[in-house]
């Protein structure tokens, strides 16, 4: 009906505008006609403008969802992202505490080795004791050898036991006897070996009597006998002494010796450090 009036009405106006004359002029057309022919031209032009923002806003919201998918691409990109780098920064996690706990073990085999090494420095500080011990052991030289010394003469009798003080020292490695005292002092414990020996003259007496401190160990005699003529005898032993023991040889009251740097001897060395 619209479009049927819209026609008419342009129709008309055609008319017009080919005569050059107006509605009201040639009272062809009513006037309540012509109003209408002039809302309807109104509402068409506003039809026309509508259509257009209508376009504009369909343009509008394509450009609006098309931006929309856009972000829509780019915040499932984001995401693809941010579940990737979860699953790298869970890996990194494991492998954390994989390292750790690796670490760990490394820290407790160190702790062992230590301990190891501790026990072993220890062992070794021992054995270097010990050989160092045994090198001090097989340091300490101990010998000597003296003799009675004189000029040839008899020596003794005497109305009491004495100490022999043998007087020529021959040889006194580690001087642990003294000629002035006639007395050897073990400088270190160990197994010592001891000898003496005399000479006396045809018929007279000889005794000897090695002694260990206070206690006479072995002994070395010989009688009296007007056939008899020179004899040389003595005695030997081995001895278990501590540092600071003394060892030497007295001659009893009845007896005598020969003296001179040959003949009545007294000896001894250490054999073994204990
Ligand atoms: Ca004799
Ligand atoms: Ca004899």
Known sequence: MIWFVLLFCGLALAQDETTGLSFSDSGRCRTDMCDLVKKVNLMS????????RMNDSETKLRESE??????EIMLQMSETKHQATESRLQASETKLQATESRLQ???TKLQATESRLQASESQLRNSENQIRGLMNKETTRVAFSAALGGSGENFGPFNTEITLIYKTVITNIGSAYSSATGIFTAPVAGVYYFT???NTEKNQKANLKLYKNSERIVSAYEISSDTDRDDTGGNAVFLRL?????VYVRMGDDAHVYGNDYYTTFSGFLVSQM
């Open 105 to 107: 073990a490394s820290e």
């Open 242 to 246: 501590y540092q600071g023991d003394q």
């Open 196 to 198: 003496f020996f005399y």
């Open 45 to 52: 032009e506003t039809l026309d403008v509508m259509k257009i």
């Open 66 to 71: 098309e931006k929309l998918k856009e972000t």
